[in-house]
């Protein structure tokens, strides 16, 4: 089981930005499909976007409406999520999970994410209006 810790949270106004980081730790040597989700109060957890080990493929809910966006730099075994545009109703924990996955394509990466039992402790997003 690989070991995820998130960082990169904080408490930031409408309509600013923030990069979330997730860095992986562990069983590191063979490739995951890696993704992010978010759980506010009152709320269930909510999935937002997974990535392939690669890179080269990605895919987001729909209603993160662009303002999202995923990367991963798989030498330093770490995957990010750029929040932009945040809103009030963005505030959340965000969790990042990763599952064994050689080459996750679209869908598939979420798929993979979604059965994980590898999460990481979250990280706090607080947006003040």
């Known amino acids: 089981q690989v070991r995820l810790v998130e960082s990169g949270g904080g408490l930031v106004q409408a309509g600013g930005s923030l990069r979330l980081s997730c860095e992986a730790s562990?069983?590191?040597?063979?490739?995951?499909?890696m993704g992010w989700f978010r759980k506010a109060p009152g709320k269930d957890r909510e999935f937002i976007a997974a990535?392939?080990?690669?890179?080269?493929?990605?895919y987001y809910a729909d209603s993160m409406n662009g303002r999202f966006r995923i990367s991963i730099d798989s030498p330093k075994n770490t995957a990010y999520l750029q929040l932009n545009s945040l809103k009030s109703d963005d505030t959340a924990v965000y969790y990042c999970?990763?599952?064994?996955?050689?080459?996750?394509?679209?869908?598939?990466?979420?798929?993979?994410?979604?059965?994980?039992?590898?999460w990481g402790q979250g990280t706090q997003v607080t947006v003040s209006s």
């Open positions: 562990g069983r590191t040597g063979s490739h995951y499909a």
């Open positions: 999970a990763a599952a064994e996955d050689y080459y996750c394509r679209g869908y598939g990466c979420y798929e993979s994410v979604a059965k994980s039992d590898s």
């Open positions: 990535i392939s080990w690669q890179g080269d493929s990605t």
